[in-house]
């Protein structure tokens, strides 16, 4: 007679369940951080778009010719952090001429036809378990034609968060 011992199977299952949970749970969270990867490219692309439209028709320092640190923070959604290490410094806004050349002086800002807001240097940090990677996020841009610049008949609209 053979006799089998089943005590040499004992705790399989328990090492199955670790080899495939681990698998299971580094999956979803890989695919929950995709997501949220996509909201932050979302954000970043809004932001963009907001800080464009702002600077089309936000009184600016005509002096330097640069926007105002207040219409910075408006397009950031008013400060609300929607994304972390997103901050006015991340945020270009340039003031282009007709041929695409950056107005620098006072005198180039009366000839400004278009307006450029890029999203520099922005790094988006990956909370998959295991696996610490920061993301540098490509150039996010958007431009827009010129349309008041702030500047009406009676007064200059500043753009300052309420």
Not at 2 to 16: D, F, P, T, W
Not at 31 to 47: C, K
Not at 93 to 100: Q, S, V
Not at 112 to 141: A, C, E, M, W
């Amino acid at each position: 007679m053979i006799k089998r011992s089943n005590h040499k199977q004992q705790g399989l299952y328990a090492v199955e369940f670790a080899v495939v949970g681990s698998i299971f749970f580094l999956l979803l969270f890989a695919v929950l951080e995709i997501g949220r990867l996509f909201f932050v490219w979302n954000v970043l692309t809004e932001v963009t778009r907001r800080g464009a439209r702002l600077a089309t028709v936000c009184y600016f320092d005509t002096t330097n010719v640069e926007p105002f640190n207040a219409m910075l923070q408006t397009s950031l959604f008013n400060n609300q952090p929607l994304i972390s290490n997103l901050s006015i410094s991340n945020i270009q806004i340039e003031y282009l001429m007709d041929d695409g050349a950056q107005a620098l002086t006072p005198t180039e800002a009366n000839f400004i036809k278009f307006v450029k807001v890029d999203i520099i240097n922005y790094q988006h940090q990956l909370l998959i378990p295991g696996l610490f990677l920061t993301l540098d996020s490509p150039t996010f841009s958007t431009t827009l034609p010129r349309e008041s610049l702030g500047v009406s008949r009676t007064t200059e609209t500043s753009c300052v968060p309420t």
